[in-house]
């Protein structure tokens, strides 16, 4: 099977192209190296040969139609995003370039791929923050209705309505997935889990916005990678599915917890939640995310392998024994300082 994955040196990413290359599939990612991308997060997978990296934006209508009609993909893993809310509320516009006129750019230059590859599939990969925020009870399913509050999640949410829009009117076999939080290792430092991390490491503020209160749904990204790859198998064309695993946790106990295993890999800076310092809260900030999986696991039989305190732990080891990959971030292009203020 060959794979054509967009956003491939992120986060998400780079776990899809990992698991699709030890599970045998070509994988050609497309990616254009905006500051959240990693290339040390795929050496391993270009070095073994049955992967390829094309440096270019899915906006660049040429470069996507040239890519597509060379590989002549089986599966479009679309992952390419801006994908933090606070960068969302500091500058909307690129995430407006990529999110909505990417996807549509990837969309049209897909068109004569499914007229002509029997089997073609497009997976398009988003979030529950398209759902907007819940209260403290209920969960989102695909029955939910589009409510973004965010500039990232009404961009998100954008690109979801694009996707129908083509699979109505184009026959564009495509398949939607809206997923919770991903938490792992290879994460961009802006992002709360390694943020914590690395300030509790560096001894600094770990900075919480508002009280915590916030609950989010955190699913292990190599369980989504694996879902993923069970739904461009497996699901329905025409369908979307709800990826989460149902461990909820408010961010305030996320940061605690964090905390916690610091104490122990790194005992000499204990305790390390005298480091938590609560910070004006992120404007319009969704009190709550949570996330019905049962038609995925029940249709197609995908259940979470990782769960949170075990997925967590190794993930706080896993910065701690990777500084080379996340040093040069904290030395260039982010040191750790709050965005996303609409000052
Ligand atoms: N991280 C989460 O918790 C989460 C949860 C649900 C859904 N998602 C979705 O999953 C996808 C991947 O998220 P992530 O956390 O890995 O993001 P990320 O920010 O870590 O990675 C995004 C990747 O996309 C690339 N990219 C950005 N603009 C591009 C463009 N114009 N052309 C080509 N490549 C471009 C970047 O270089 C980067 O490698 C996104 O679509 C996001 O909305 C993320």
Redesign the pocket.
């Known amino acids: 099977m060959k794979a054509l994955v967009?956003?491939?040196?992120?986060?998400?990413?780079s776990a899809l192209c990992k698991e699709l290359v030890a599970r045998g599939w070509q994988v050609t990612g497309?990616?254009?190296?905006?500051y959240?991308?990693h290339l040390g997060s795929l050496e391993p997978e270009l070095s073994t040969g049955r992967m390829r990296l094309i440096r270019?934006?899915?906006?660049n209508a040429w470069a996507v139609s040239s890519a597509l009609s060379d590989l002549q993909p089986d599966v479009i893993f679309h992952?390419?995003?801006?994908?933090?809310v606070d960068r969302s509320i500091d500058g909307p516009e690129t995430f407006l370039?990529?999110?909505i006129h990417?996807t549509f750019t990837l969309l049209q230059a897909s068109r004569e791929l499914a007229r002509r590859r029997p089997g073609f599939r497009f997976v398009h990969?988003?979030?529950?923050e398209v759902f907007g925020e819940l209260g403290l009870t209920g969960r989102f399913t695909e029955a939910s209705a589009y409510a973004p509050r965010s500039p990232y999640a009404a961009s998100?949410a954008a690109s979801d309505h694009l996707v129908r829009a083509w699979r109505h009117s184009f026959r564009m076999p495509a398949i939607i997935t809206?997923?919770?939080?991903?938490f792992g290792p290879r994460?961009?430092p802006e992002?709360l889990i390694p943020l914590m991390v690395l300030k509790a490491l560096q001894g600094k503020p770990m900075p919480v916005y508002g009280e915590g209160e916030q609950v989010r749904d955190w699913l292990h990204v190599e369980d989504h990678a694996r879902a993923l790859i069970t739904i461009a198998e497996h699901g329905l064309v025409g369908e979307t599915y709800l990826v989460g695993a149902g461990q909820e946790r408010r961010n305030i106990d996320m940061v605690r917890a964090i905390a916690a295993i610091m104490d122990d890999r790194h005992p000499a800076g204990a305790p390390h939640a005298r480091l938590i310092t609560h910070v004006e809260d992120r404007p319009g900030h969704d009190f709550r995310y949570a996330i019905d999986a049962s038609r995925l696991r029940s249709e197609l039989g995908w259940a979470p392998q990782v769960d949170f305190e075990t997925g967590l732990a190794a993930t706080v080891d896993w910065y701690l024994d990777n500084r080379d990959w996340w040093q040069p971030i904290l030395d260039g292009t982010y040191q750790g300082e709050r965005l996303g203020l609409a000052t």
């Open positions: 967009t956003g491939a040196a992120g986060f998400i990413g497309f990616d254009a190296l905006t959240a991308a270019d934006s899915i906006c992952l390419a995003a801006e994908s933090h370039d990529t999110n990417g990969v988003s979030t529950d998100k809206n997923c919770c939080n991903n994460q961009f992002k």
